[in-house]
């Protein structure tokens, strides 16, 4: 079992910053890769960023360029920040932990959510 704990969400006017924390704790040896997934109201969740055990990274579109994703192996903890903050990164951020059993087996950890709102 795996317990992912999530910190850093808040209100921050477009243009502003924000970096979120995750930290992982329980069975976490099978983790093969964390990120961080968004939901809007009324939207599907989607992927904004992630990071493999071996440290290459992937983001969604809409926040290429802005957003960095980083790993602490020593803490168990992985960050994201996000800069140049838009209206429409307005979501729920969940954190995610996912065990890559095969290339048909896979099972995901999520934390409870943080609320991010870009307003003026």
């Known amino acids: 079992q795996v317990q992912l704990v999530e910190s850093g969400g808040g209100l921050v006017q477009p243009g502003g910053s924000l970096r979120l924390s995750c930290a992982a704790s329980?069975?976490?040896?099978?983790?093969?890769?964390m990120g961080w997934y968004r939901q809007a109201p009324g939207k599907q969740r989607e992927l904004v960023a992630a990071?493999?055990?071996?440290?290459?990274?992937n983001y969604g579109d809409s926040v290429k360029g802005r957003f960095t994703i980083s790993r602490d192996k020593a803490k168990n903890t992985v960050y994201l920040q996000m800069n140049n903050l838009k209206p429409e990164d307005t979501a729920v951020y969940y954190c995610?932990?996912?065990?890559?059993?095969?290339?048909?087996?896979?099972?995901?950890?999520w934390g409870q959510g943080t609320q991010v709102t870009v307003s003026s």
């Open positions: 990071v493999t055990s071996g440290d290459s990274t």
């Open positions: 329980g069975s976490i040896f099978s983790i093969n890769f």
């Open positions: 995610n932990a996912a065990a890559v059993l095969s290339d048909a087996m896979r099972y995901d950890y």
